[in-house]
């Protein structure tokens, strides 16, 4: 029975793959050593894996290859070169143990080696180590030279995807004008009151890519982008060797005052996070209220029996159930938070309405609040930009619900679409 050379080939990274030409290499010298050997073949193909992972979670054709070992089907093994295997000195024991238990004798184009015998796995256990060592040196030489570089040009991009709203142009990060622009629309519908999940369903809905060209978003990349500082135009580059921090720059994709409005949102939704599903009644003012003394959201307490209607700070009693008290432990005034009254939903809620109704009644008035709130006649004017680009879009998009509404509509008295789709749609 003809024995069976399984040729093992592998690149550190995806370009030497796309390229072809070393894995080209590696299977056609495999073929001639078979050849030499008068044995057939049998190609076993990694592909690109970069030496940064090493160990075999991320190596599915190494472990089907001693799967085959360990069933006995495996005798002869080839390799381009000693590391192609790994340089991962765990990894090298696993394959190293795994062939000296089965009797396979491994073939390189620098030689063979029989690691039964004392000289071969000796040779072995040497090149294993230099392999190693060269993998850590090529590692301790890259991360020197990307911050050496950020130091020399703190505009450069060091590898990898660009962050989403960016690409790539002369090792820098210019702005991408088709990305950008969804950007400082997540930013707007979030500062608007939308949810990640809904901003999720408007990107898919535009078929906006991913990143990774992917056709839908997931949740966690929203909120990724979200509460990413790089998009103010400067990001942080740490080496945690050196304990060195680099600042780097690129261009900005948003104003400072929608990236805090957003910042804002994030704070006021985590302090809410858990606590929304809780409360079974509705209360106006709930969300918009925090206590002065400790900035707790404000809470909202409805008990007919006991005469309470009220909006009152929850701090004290949360850490009094946080703490976990002995029995003998008497809860005391003054106790935490010093926020020692409530207020009464009834009176508060109108009172705000009230405020809020005079206010909107009078231009002149909404104009110099409005105005107030900004540092700067800039600031304010950007804000009023802002909000007319925001009316306009609103009313397009009006527009084309309604044109689809119509169109839905023709399809389906045209007997074009099913009933329970065309409901499910118009819904």
């Known amino acids: 029975m003809t024995e069976t050379l399984h040729i093992y080939t592998r690149v550190s990274t995806v370009t030497q793959e796309e390229q072809g030409t070393s894995l ?75 062939l ?37 040196m090529r590692a301790e030489k890259s991360r020197l030279g990307k911050i050496n570089k950020l130091r020399k040009f703190p505009h450069s991009w060091i590898g990898g995807p ?9 090792g820098q990060l210019v702005e991408s004008t088709d990305e950008s622009m969804w950007v400082h ?7 608007d009151g939308n949810s990640s999940a809904k901003i999720k369903n408007i990107l898919d809905a535009n078929s906006v890519k991913t990143r990774r060209c992917k056709p839908s978003w997931s949740l966690g990349s929203i909120q990724k982008i979200l509460q990413n500082p790089l998009y103010l135009g400067s990001f942080e580059y740490r080496d945690k060797k050196l304990d060195e921090t680099v600042t780097c720059q ?23 996070k858990g606590q929304v599903n809780r409360s079974t009644k509705f209360y106006l003012l709930r969300d918009l209220m925090v206590c ?65 109704s005079k206010t909107l009644s009078d231009p002149q008035h909404l104009h110099d609040l409005l105005r107030s709130r900004y540092q700067s006649e800039g600031d304010f004017k950007q804000r009023k930009a802002l909000l007319r680009r925001h009316k306009r879009r609103s009313e397009k998009e009006l527009q084309h619900i309604e044109t689809s509404l119509c169109d839905l509509e023709t399809e389906y008295r045209l007997n074009h679409v099913e009933e329970s789709i065309y409901r499910r749609v118009r819904d």
Not at 101 to 124: C, M, P, Q, S, W
Not at 162 to 170: D, L, T
Not at 252 to 272: E, G, H, M
Not at 317 to 331: C, I
């Open 162 to 170: 660009p962050p989403f709203g960016y690409e790539i142009f002369a």
């Open 100 to 136: 000296q238990r089965h009797g396979v004798k491994l073939y390189t184009k620098d030689g063979e080696y029989d690691l039964n015998n004392a000289h071969d796995k000796f040779i072995k256990t040497i090149l294993d180590s230099m392999g190693e060592y060269e993998n850590a």
């Open 292 to 356: 002065e003394h400790c900035g707790t959201p404000m809470g909202g307490r409805d008990k007919p029996q006991k005469g309470e209607h009220l909006y009152y700070c929850p701090s004290k009693e949360r850490e009094w159930v946080k703490e976990q008290p002995s029995e003998d432990d008497k809860w005391q005034r003054g106790r935490g938070c010093g926020m020692a009254r409530s207020l009464n939903i009834g009176r508060t809620d109108e009172i705000v309405v009230n405020t809020v």
């Open 24 to 98: 080209e290499v590696q299977l056609q010298l495999g073929i001639t050593k078979a050849k030499e050997l008068g044995f057939e073949y049998k190609h076993w193909n990694e592909g690109g894996k970069s030496s940064r992972f090493e160990n075999l979670e991320n190596r599915p054709v190494m472990k089907r290859l001693l799967l085959d070992i360990e069933d006995g089907n495996a005798h002869h093994l080839w390799a381009y070169t000693n590391d192609r295997l790994s340089r991962n000195d765990i990894t090298q024991q696993t394959i190293k143990i795994a």
């Open 250 to 272: 690129c261009p900005p994709l948003l104003s400072l005052n929608l990236w805090n409005a957003a910042q804002d949102r994030r704070k006021q939704v985590l302090q809410r």
């Open 185 to 191: 629309r997540m930013y707007e519908l979030f500062v």
